[in-house]
C-alpha cells in the first residue's frame, strides 16, 4: 500500500466532502433569502424582522460556505502534491492547481487596486489602470479554466491506475464537460460539479477499502 497515493486519496475525498458540505449551505441560504423576499416590508413588524433574521441567516452561511470551499481547495491541492509524488503523470493535476491558485491571485489584485485607487483619488482618472485590471481579471480567469481542465485529466489519468476505482475517469470527463458547459449554462455547470463531487467523494472512499484489503 503506497502511502502517498492513501494520503491523496484521503485528502480527495475530505475536499470533496467539504465542498459537498458547501454547496449544501449554499442552496440553504439561496432558499432562506427567496423565501424571506416577500416578508421584507417594513409595515408588518414581525414578517420585516423575520426578513432581517433570514439575510442575517444567509449571509452567514455563505461566508462558512466560502470557508469551507476555501478548505476543500487546500484539501485538493494537498492531494496533487501526495499524488504526483505517487506518479510523475498525475503531477498534471499539482500543475492545474498552482495555474488556479495563481488565476485567483492575479484576478483579486486589480479588485484591490480599484478600490484603493477609488479611496485615496476618487476624483482621479483611472482610465489606464481600469484597462490593466481587465487585462489581469481576463488572464487570471484564462489561467484558472486551464488549470481547472489540467486538475479534471488528473482525475482521468488517475481512474486508469489499477489499484484506484476507475470511476475516477468519469469524474475527470464530467469535470471537462461542466467547464465547457460553463461557457453555455450556468445551471447545469453547477449540476455536473455536484456530481463531479460526490463522485471524487465515493471513488476516493471505496479506493481506501480497496488498499486495506489489499
Do not use: C
Not at 466560502?66 to 491541492?77: D, E, K, N, P, S
Amino acid at each position: 500500500m503506497d502511502v502517498e497515493l492513501v494520503e491523496g486519496l484521503k485528502k480527495l475525498k475530505t475536499g470533496a466532502m467539504v465542498n459537498l458540505i458547501s454547496v449544501v449551505l449554499i442552496l440553504i441560504s439561496v432558499v432562506l433569502i427567496f423565501s424571506s423576499v416577500d416578508m421584507a416590508n417594513p409595515e408588518n413588524l414581525q414578517a420585516f424582522l423575520i426578513a432581517v433574521s433570514a439575510m442575517g441567516s444567509f449571509i452567514a452561511l455563505m461566508v462558512v460556505a466560502v470557508i469551507l470551499g476555501i478548505v476543500g481547495f487546500v484539501m485538493y491541492f494537498i492531494a496533487t502534491g501526495h499524488l504526483k509524488r505517487y506518479d510523475s503523470k498525475l503531477g498534471i493535476g499539482r500543475w492545474g492547481m498552482l495555474l488556479q491558485v495563481i488565476g485567483l491571485i492575479l484576478i483579486f489584485i486589480p479588485l484591490l487596486l480599484l478600490i484603493a485607487i477609488a479611496s485615496s483619488r476618487p476624483d482621479a482618472t483611472v482610465g489606464g489602470t481600469i484597462f490593466a485590471s481587465f487585462g489581469l481579471l481576463f488572464v487570471g480567469g484564462l489561467l484558472i479554466i486551464v488549470g481547472a481542465i489540467l486538475f479534471g485529466i488528473m482525475l482521468m489519468r488517475l481512474g486508469e491506475d489499477p489499484n484506484v476505482e476507475s470511476g475516477f475517469k468519469t469524474a475527470g470527463v464530467i469535470y471537462l464537460i461542466r467547464i465547457i458547459l460553463s461557457f453555455i449554462a450556468r445551471a447545469i455547470e453547477e449540476i455536473l460539479g455536484i456530481v463531479t463531487t460526490i463522485l471524487i467523494y465515493v471513488n476516493a472512499k471505496n479506493s481506501l477499502k480497496k488498499l486495506r484489503l489489499s
